[in-house]
């Protein structure tokens, strides 16, 4: 089964508004990442939190890390139209290499 | 600089076909990771090439197979293919050294087995 999963499935919001997503995993890690996917297409990186790391920023983009609930959630503040995409979180379970997807959550920015 | 580049992009066979699906990584990376990502599933981990040889290996079948390259370009090749194959086949580049884990994916082949 896959490491992470992400909730909600989906997320349909108004352009301006902040979204949230979250990301559950099972066991230990050495960082977790987020990623975008546009339509089926390659995924695109966004930001890296590493297992010592609480929370990180980058522009509109916040992680935070609970290592001892092994969450992580991801907020998009002011949300745009181009936001609209898949977002998945990754995790390397410890082993630097192979990378374990969560089933995605879909978000939809309403213009 | 060119990213990763995945050919072909798409691709139709029929069940007992094999098939065998290229990636270039990015400039400068020497790891390739390939990914299957069934509709409406996240990517699903299928192998890594490093040193031209399989570091990692997921939970796939021998029917799934690949290759590097001395200039870190990368194959994956199915044999047998099966309906349950069809889905969109991301390659991933990354250097292996220390501290760079972020993936850099290329758009993708989508194969469909009939």
């Known amino acids: 089964s896959q490491q992470g999963e992400e909730d909600p499935q989906a997320l349909s919001i108004q352009e301006g508004e902040n979204a949230t997503m979250n990301c559950s995993y099972k066991t230990s890690i050495n960082n977790l990442q987020w990623y975008r996917q546009n339509s089926g297409r390659g995924l695109v990186h966004l930001i890296l939190?590493?297992?010592?790391?609480r929370e990180k920023h980058s522009g509109r983009l916040r992680v935070t890390l609970d290592t001892s609930k092994k969450s992580s959630s991801l907020l998009i503040t002011a949300s745009r139209a181009a936001d609209t995409a898949s977002y998945f979180c990754a995790t390397d379970a410890g082993t630097g290499n192979q990378f374990y997807f969560g089933t995605g959550t879909s978000l939809t920015v309403i213009p | 600089d060119a990213g990763v580049t995945q050919s072909p992009t798409h691709l139709i066979k029929t069940r007992g076909q094999q098939v065998t699906l290229r990636c270039s990584p990015k400039?400068?990376?020497?790891?390739v990771s390939w990914y299957q990502q069934a509709l409406g599933q996240g990517p699903q981990f299928i192998f890594q090439?490093?040193?031209?040889?399989?570091?990692q290996r997921g939970n796939f079948p021998d029917r799934f197979s690949g290759h590097q390259f001395p200039n870190y370009s990368s194959e994956l090749n199915v044999n047998a293919l099966l309906l349950g194959d069809s889905a969109l086949y991301l390659c991933?580049?990354?250097?292996?050294?220390?501290?760079?884990?972020?993936?850099?994916f290329g758009s993708g082949t989508q194969l469909s087995v009939l």
């Open positions: 939190i590493r297992s010592n790391e």
């Open positions: 400039s400068g990376h020497d790891t």
């Open positions: 090439y490093y040193e031209e040889e399989e570091r």
């Open positions: 991933a580049s990354s250097f292996a050294g220390r501290g760079h884990k972020k993936l850099f």
